[in-house]
């Protein structure tokens, strides 16, 4: 039964976030959903109707994620949180010798200290359903790429906070989740002027995170093209 299971999805207005929630309410789910791009997120609410609930706002702000907690607190518990939300930083992506300071602090800000405060404020409510996060991850958090050391960077922070998170606490599953490349508005923004359509659309990402919410296996790090087959990456 997937009736009463409640997840809260950030970044759920577009990309994997928006492909995730549309096929999660489809299958019974409550989904809290955030985004910044209020337009778009209500645009999901009407499609969507009762079975998800819009809350536009930022994550790297304190009192947008308190909000969120709040919501999450009236509804008693949380069996799925999704930290999607991502900044990919200046595009042009540019060399770690010439990233700007200032524009590094937002996307850890976005990428790593937004998802572990929203992890803290919703912890209770996650051990009343033995839930499950997944923090969506890149191949740019394990491998070298010019271009993206910031983001990179970023990743692999959260990466390691997911892995901390899954010993300290196993009660619950954590994930860092690696979607592979996707055909979405912020792969398109690191790729400027490219043709991207030849990467797939974020959907064909989706069985692959709901085989992991349904079969919970150990906490780790997974590549979402190798979860059907149980590979940790």
């Given at each position: 039964m997937t009736d009463n299971r409640t997840a809260l999805i950030t970044g759920a207005s577009a990309g994997l976030?928006?492909?995730?929630?549309?096929?999660?309410?489809a299958d019974g789910w409550q989904v809290v959903g955030t985004a910044r791009g209020a337009d778009r997120l209500r645009g999901l609410g009407d499609e969507?109707?009762?079975?998800?609930?819009?809350?536009?706002?930022?994550?790297?702000?304190?009192?947008?994620?308190?909000?969120?907690?709040?919501?999450?607190?009236?509804?008693g518990r949380l069996d799925l949180l999704v930290n999607n939300a991502s900044r990919l930083g200046p595009s042009p992506l540019p060399r770690l010798e010439r990233y700007p300071l200032d524009e590094f602090r937002?996307?850890?800000?976005?990428?790593?200290?937004?998802?572990l405060d929203l992890i803290q404020i919703v912890l209770p409510e996650l051990r009343t359903a033995q839930g499950t996060i997944i923090d969506v991850s890149s191949d740019a958090a394990v491998a070298p790429y010019e271009g993206w050391g910031g983001y990179g960077a970023s990743k692999a922070a959260l990466d390691q906070l997911s892995a901390v998170l899954g010993e300290e606490t196993p009660e619950l599953r954590f994930y860092a989740v690696d979607p592979g490349d996707m055909r979405t508005e912020m792969h398109q923004a690191a790729f400027p002027g490219e043709d991207i359509s030849d990467r797939p659309e974020p959907e064909t990402v989706v069985p692959a995170l709901l085989r992991?919410?349904?079969?919970?296996?150990?906490?780790g790090r997974l590549v979402a093209a190798e979860i059907g087959a149980g590979v940790p990456a």
């Open positions: 976030g928006r492909a995730l929630t549309r096929r999660l309410v969507l109707g009762p079975g998800f609930t819009a809350v536009a706002g930022d994550v790297t702000d304190e009192l947008h994620r308190a909000e969120l907690g709040r919501i999450v607190r009236e509804r937002r996307v850890l800000d976005t990428n790593v200290v937004a998802p992991l919410i349904d079969t919970r296996p150990p906490s």
